[in-house]
C-alpha cells in the first residue's frame, strides 16, 4: 500500500485548458511537496506547502489537512508544462519523503 | 549555482561489474539520499545520510553501498551489478528549510 496517491496516472489536455492533478496520502505529515520532472531531465522543487494556498506563475497548490488531499493546478496550460508531476510528503520534518507514483502530463498545441 | 551534481548521466554494465555513482552538493545540507526510479512505480529510497559519518538503510538497500566521509559527498557503490538494477537513480540533498534539490539522475543499465 503507497501513502502517497496521485490521481490521474496519465492527463492529456489542450493548449489552453485548465489542469487539475490530485494528492492523497495516508499518513500525517508535517509538509508536502509538488515536484516536476521533464523528460529525460532531473527533477525539481515546485512547491512545499504545510497548509493553505501557494501560487507561482500559472501554477497552485493547495493543500487540505484534514482531509490529507492536495491538488496541483495548471491554469492557461502550455505545452512546455508536460512533464510528470510528482507529489512528495514529508512526515516529520526529518527529510525522509514519501512520493506517489507521478502524473504524466502531455499538453497538445 | 551547482547545486546536486551527480555522474555519470548514462551507464552500461555487464552482470558482476561494480561502479561507483558520484554525488556531490555545494549547499552545506546535512540530509543527502539515494534513490531509484523504476516505470509505474515512485521514487524508492535507497540510502540516506543525515550527516558526515551517518548512514542509513531505506527501502531497497540490497546490492547497494554508501558512505558519507564529508558534508559534500554521498558516493553509491553497486557492488556486483545485476540486471535488477537497471533504473535510474537519483541523488538528493535537503537542509533546514526541507526543500528537496534533486541532481540530474543517472541511467543505469546492467546487461
Known amino acids: 500500500k503507497n501513502e502517497v496517491e496521485q490521481s490521474p496516472q496519465n492527463l492529456t489536455a489542450q493548449e489552453g485548458e485548465f489542469i487539475t492533478i490530485n494528492c492523497s496520502y495516508s499518513v500525517g505529515i508535517s509538509a508536502l511537496h509538488w515536484l516536476q520532472q521533464h523528460p529525460g531531465g532531473g527533477i525539481v522543487s515546485l512547491f512545499m506547502?504545510?497548509?493553505g494556498k501557494k501560487k507561482h506563475g500559472r501554477l497552485i497548490a493547495t493543500i487540505n489537512i484534514q482531509e490529507k488531499h492536495s491538488s496541483l493546478h495548471i491554469t492557461a496550460s502550455h505545452p512546455r508544462d508536460s512533464a510528470v508531476y510528482i507529489c512528495a510528503v514529508d512526515r516529520f520534518r526529518d527529510n525522509q519523503f514519501y512520493f506517489g507514483t507521478g502524473t504524466s502530463l502531455t499538453v497538445i498545441p | 549555482n551547482a547545486g546536486v551534481t551527480q555522474t555519470p548521466k548514462f551507464q552500461v554494465l555487464k552482470t558482476g561489474q561494480s561502479m561507483t555513482l558520484q554525488c556531490a552538493q555545494d549547499?552545506?545540507?546535512?540530509?543527502m539520499s539515494w534513490y531509484r526510479q523504476d516505470p509505474g512505480m515512485g521514487l524508492r529510497l535507497i540510502h540516506y545520510?543525515?550527516?558526515?559519518?551517518?548512514?542509513d538503510q531505506g527501502e531497497v538497500p540490497n546490492g547497494y553501498n554508501v558512505s558519507r566521509s564529508t558534508t559534500e559527498d554521498f558516493p553509491l557503490r553497486l557492488l556486483s551489478a545485476a540486471p535488477s538494477q537497471t533504473s535510474v537513480y537519483f541523488c538528493?540533498?535537503?537542509?533546514?528549510?526541507?526543500?528537496?534539490?534533486f541532481g540530474e539522475g543517472s541511467w543505469l543499465t546492467v546487461v
Open positions: 545520510s543525515v550527516g558526515a559519518g551517518i548512514t
Open positions: 506547502l504545510s497548509s
Open positions: 538528493a540533498s535537503s537542509g533546514g528549510s526541507n526543500t528537496i534539490y
Open positions: 549547499m552545506n545540507h546535512e540530509y
